[in-house]
């Protein structure tokens, strides 16, 4: 009985865990504010902080939580609030052509959870993960989007998509990846998570 209480008590989250899920879906909401817009023919898709925020929130808070964090910051825009870029929210934009790299960011997250399952939580587990997760949005992202702009605009192949969607974004990405993992060591030591 001892032991089922202490795994019940693990599997609960308290106060100071919902409060660091609430905070760091702030911090993804604020680091999409964090944007330079679109530049059409060449990108279709703005530049944010988002996939920075996203990779520390799972980073420093570990799987469960880090997953709920992006969790709850994709129901907050769901709802209408304006956490997405340009302060924008709601469905449209969830449903919308870009909306599947925001959704994407929920698989990148489970990944990340479920390779620290795997791996633990060694500095190159998490890069690993990070960068799995990267392709793991950017998949589900340019798929929905090749399905929804065909549905409203056009059929596009998938080169040009991966032009407009992903190409402009492998080098930021990348950035925001490696400062994400190096944030993630340093908060997660001081926080001692």
């Known amino acids: 009985m001892g032991s089922t209480a202490a795994a019940s008590a693990k599997t609960k989250l308290g106060t100071r865990d919902m409060t660091y899920i609430a905070v760091f879906a702030v911090l993804m909401a ?60 709601g469905l449209g934009i969830l449903l919308g052509t870009t909306g599947g790299y925001l959704i994407g960011f929920l698989f990148t997250a489970l990944e990340m959870w479920g390779m620290e399952r795997l791996l633990g939580r060694k500095t190159w587990a998490l890069a690993l993960s990070m960068v799995l997760g990267m392709i793991a949005y950017d998949v589900f992202g340019t798929a929905w989007y090749m399905v929804v702009y065909a549905r409203t605009t056009a059929p596009i192949g998938l080169g040009t998509a991966l032009l407009w969607c992903v190409v402009p974004f492998l080098v930021t990405d990348t950035v925001k990846l490696v400062l994400a993992l190096f944030f993630s060591r340093r908060l997660g030591s001081i926080l001692k998570l």
Request: aromatic share 14%; charged share 5%; proline share 8%.
């Open 30 to 89: 604020i680091c999409s504010w964090i944007s330079i817009p679109e530049m059409p023919p060449f990108t279709m898709v703005p530049f944010t902080m988002q996939t920075f925020a996203v990779f520390l929130a799972v980073g420093v808070l570990g799987g469960r939580r880090g997953t709920l964090a992006v969790l709850v910051y994709l129901l907050l825009g769901a709802v209408g609030a304006p956490v997405f870029a340009h302060f924008t929210g």
